[in-house]
């Protein structure tokens, strides 16, 4: 049984369907604030493992570069939500490349405070 301040399936996924459209308007304000204050942001690279970003300005500094990128975009391809997280398949497109990965977000009381990146390569 959940309680009121615990998201259910559908909020936990509201929640990143919100995040995911400030991504697609490369809106990086609306972004943040779907994210928690400590919110744990984990890069693809550098391999092996990423980076680790947490808080508001790490993950500002991380996430800039492809904000102020216009001709970069993110579609998700496949997403199912398990309580309180969401996994998330996706194409990330630039220029002329692409690369393709997964995300594993944690939702809390209607943030985000977990995005876990992994991508193919």
């Not at 990086?28 to 779907?34: N, S």
């Not at 998330?88 to 630039?94: I, N």
């Amino acid at each position: 049984m959940r309680t009121a301040s615990q998201p259910g399936p559908d909020d936990t996924a509201t929640v990143v369907r919100q995040f995911n459209a400030a991504w697609d308007a490369h809106d990086l304000a609306a972004a943040l604030a779907l994210t928690s204050d400590g919110c744990v942001f984990e890069a693809t690279s550098p391999a092996p493992d990423g980076q680790r970003h947490v808080g508001h300005a790490a993950i500002t500094a991380a996430w800039k570069p492809i904000f102020d990128d216009a001709t970069s975009r993110f579609t998700v391809e496949d997403s199912f939500t398990a309580g309180d997280r969401v996994v998330q398949r996706w194409r990330y497109d630039w220029g002329d490349g692409h690369v393709r990965g997964i995300d594993v977000f944690t939702v809390q009381d209607g943030k985000v405070t977990e995005k876990i990146a992994y991508v193919k390569g």
